[in-house]
């Protein structure tokens, strides 16, 4: 059984940094992609960045650009975003992905609420 199992959320200032991690398991991952989506109260679920597994590739919304990063740890199983110079607007629930390169196969985590307190 696949399971994606994010932690790290919290309360933060503005201004201030969170990692979020992504504890994969119950597959191999290789040739999926990892990405990491945010929603915001009232809207929609959107991509901020991802991951080829190996950690090749990297693309990030403009909104995070310069101030997030995703990382992979093979070894761990683990996606992680480093999250800094946070912003009011950057609170939401942060949702982990594995979507299958090519393929039908999407996962996802139950989500990790960050709050940024201006």
């Known amino acids: 059984q696949v399971q994606l199992v994010e932690s790290g959320g919290g309360l933060v200032q503005a201004g201030g940094s969170l990692r979020l991690s992504c504890a994969a398991s119950?597959?191999?991952?290789?040739?999926?992609?990892m990405g990491w989506f945010r929603q915001a109260p009232g809207k929609e679920r959107d991509l901020i960045a991802r991951?080829?597994?190996?950690?090749?590739?990297?693309y990030y919304a403009d909104s995070v650009k310069g101030r997030f990063a995703i990382h992979v740890d093979n070894a761990k199983n683990t996606v992680y975003l480093q999250m800094n110079s946070l912003r009011s607007e950057d609170t939401g629930v942060y949702y982990c992905?594995?979507?299958?390169?090519?393929?039908?196969?999407?996962?996802w985590g139950q989500g990790t609420q960050v709050t940024v307190s201006s």
């Open positions: 992905n594995a979507r299958e390169v090519g393929g039908y196969s999407d996962y």
């Open positions: 991951i080829t597994w190996s950690g090749g590739n990297t």
């Open positions: 119950g597959r191999t991952f290789s040739g999926y992609n």
